[in-house]
Nanobody, 119 residues
């Protein structure tokens, strides 16, 4: 399974972007879909996650500005980024976590899409 992320770009502070991530095929037994980001010189951090029951959780730094959503029929997860700040600049990665046989957990990652917030 391959995840294809898109939607990144250069935006001014206060602007918006919508990131999309689509799996090449349906992934059974999905536990959660998430977006992570990694800024230069910093570790990868969780931005937002949505579970199979549509519960969501956000990093404190993005609460009220970012919204995660999913479309199971399209094998996709989205991240709406509003009121962007320079500190949101990072490569954003999508993740899909699924349960496998024998209690194993499989994590699938997209290739990353760069978001740059600058005037």
């Amino acid at each position: 399974v391959q995840l294809q992320a898109s939607g990144g770009g250069l935006v001014q502070p206060g602007g918006s972007l919508r990131l999309s991530c689509t799996a090449s095929r349906r992934i059974p037994a999905i536990n959660a879909l998430g977006w992570y980001r990694q800024a230069p010189g910093r570790p990868r951090e969780l931005v937002a996650v949505i579970t199979s029951s549509d519960r969501t959780n956000y990093a404190d730094s993005v609460k009220g500005r970012f919204t995660i959503s999913r479309d199971s029929a399209k094998n996709s997860v989205y991240l709406q980024l509003n009121n962007l700040k320079p500190e949101d600049t990072a490569v954003y990665y999508c993740n899909m976590e699924a349960s496998g046989s024998g209690g194993r957990v499989h994590n699938y990652w997209g290739q990353g899409t760069l978001v740059t917030v600058s005037s």
